[in-house]
């Protein structure tokens, strides 16, 4: 996957490869939730968490597609208290192609299991 980073000197656009296991702070835009995710909502105890101490653990996600695996909470604390960018562990491996019926099933998150 690649990151667009801006225009070159020459105008040129300019692209960063995203790799398997990186860290990067990444804008929450770039990220999406499966529908049952999407209605997370933090504890308080992880939003003051976050308020004082920041993040202190990367979100999961695809690096396919920006599709969170893990850390909905956090993700959800993040936009309750404005921020516009989280820490991101990319993963590769997207199990189905958009589309599929399973496609937002996060079967690696565990906490998504009844």
Do not use: C
Request: proline fraction near 4%; glycine fraction near 8%; charge should be positive.
């Amino acid at each position: 996957m690649l990151k667009y980073i801006g225009k070159s000197a020459t105008g040129g656009e300019v692209y960063k490869a995203r790799r398997d296991g990186q860290v990067e702070r990444v804008a929450i835009s770039e990220l999406r939730s499966s529908q049952r995710a999407s209605n997370s909502k933090p504890d308080q105890d992880l939003l003051d968490s976050m308020r004082k101490q920041g993040q202190r653990e990367p979100i999961l996600a695809y690096l396919e597609d920006g599709q969170v695996i893990d850390g909905h909470h956090r993700l959800a604390a993040a936009k309750l208290l404005g921020w516009s960018q989280v820490l991101v562990k990319w993963k590769q491996g997207r199990t189905y192609p958009p589309g599929h019926p399973w496609y937002d099933i996060d079967f690696d998150n565990k906490s998504l299991q009844d």
